[in-house]
């Protein structure tokens, strides 16, 4: 048993030496080879079958992510720190943005975004339609004339109506503005996040090939060794059998009879 193994469930961290469940360990030789290199840079001395714990590689992922970062992109911005420590810990970064702004949102923001989402509908425009031509009949056709032609209270109220509605309708689009701020800086999350484990992923599929054909030349050279063996074998057998042979015949030749002699 190796000094690094204390059980069947459970092991030893090479880099901790804490006992931990063999789920929880990971093999050096296993990692991808930037990620194992820089965890040979801190212990040389790791052997290519050490168990190292999950956490210990999600720490040295998160260091070398963000150094991968930085020296592609240079300074380092608070969206690239969050997608390194979302690599590290293996934790979704996707996040539903307009459900987390709308629950924040206060009373003003609401009534803002009403007064916006019936402003902009054919109700409001079928409405204040209707109450106009209800406001000239009155004062044209109508028994009161509060508001004779030119209908100067009519131009106020518009006019009131326009000054509080912009405002309004602004603040809603501020809001809009900021969910798609929030989508933006989301979708570049998770297009820089897998942009990474794409590179990651080609890493290790192209560690695990060839260390598979490592494998396939160790047992190619193998299966000649034996062919060699097997090949000698049967030759050092070979020769005993021909020398018999030979002897036998020797002998069967010296006693028998020419076929030609007369007795």
């Given at each position: 048993m190796s000094s690094h193994e204390i059980g069947n469930d459970r092991a030893l961290c090479a880099l901790t030496g804490r006992s931990l469940p063999r789920r929880e360990l990971v093999r050096l030789d296993t990692l991808r080879p930037a990620l194992a290199d820089a965890i040979r840079r801190d212990h040389p001395a790791l052997e290519p079958h050490a168990l190292v714990a999950q956490d210990q590689v999600a720490g040295y992922r998160a260091r070398y992510v963000t150094a991968l970062l930085a020296s592609e992109r240079g300074e380092l911005s608070e969206l690239d720190r969050q997608v390194a420590a979302s690599l590290s810990s293996s934790e979704l970064?996707?996040?539903?943005?307009?459900?987390?702004?709308?629950?924040?949102?206060?009373?003003?923001?609401?009534?803002?975004?009403?007064?916006?989402?019936?402003?902009?509908?054919w109700r409001f425009l079928i409405t204040f339609g209707l109450i106009l031509a209800v406001w000239m009949a009155i004062n044209i056709v109508g028994i009161?004339?509060?508001?004779?032609?030119?209908?100067?209270l009519l131009n106020l109220a518009l006019s009131c109506l326009a000054a509080v509605q912009a405002p309004v309708?602004?603040?809603?689009?501020?809001?809009?503005?900021?969910?798609?701020?929030?989508?933006?800086?989301?979708?570049?999350?998770?297009?820089?996040?897998?942009?990474?484990?794409?590179?990651?992923?080609?890493?290790?599929?192209?560690?695990?090939?060839?260390?598979?054909?490592?494998?396939?030349?160790?047992?190619?050279q193998v299966q000649i060794e034996l062919l060699q063996e097997l090949r000698g074998a049967q030759g050092g057998e070979a020769g005993p059998l021909r020398a018999a042979k030979s002897t036998s015949r020797a002998r069967s030749g010296g006693s028998a009879k020419p076929r030609g002699s007369k007795t």
């Open positions: 970064i996707t996040s539903n943005t307009d459900d987390e702004i709308d629950r924040d949102r206060t009373l003003g923001q609401r009534l803002a975004d009403h007064v916006a989402s019936f402003g902009g509908s009161a004339h509060f508001d004779p032609y030119p209908f100067i309708i602004m603040m809603s689009q501020q809001r809009q503005e900021a969910k798609d701020r929030a989508r933006s800086r989301n979708d570049y999350q998770i297009n820089l996040k897998a942009e990474l484990e794409i590179r990651h992923l080609h890493e290790k599929m192209d560690h695990l090939v060839n260390r598979q054909w490592q494998r396939l030349a160790e047992i190619q």
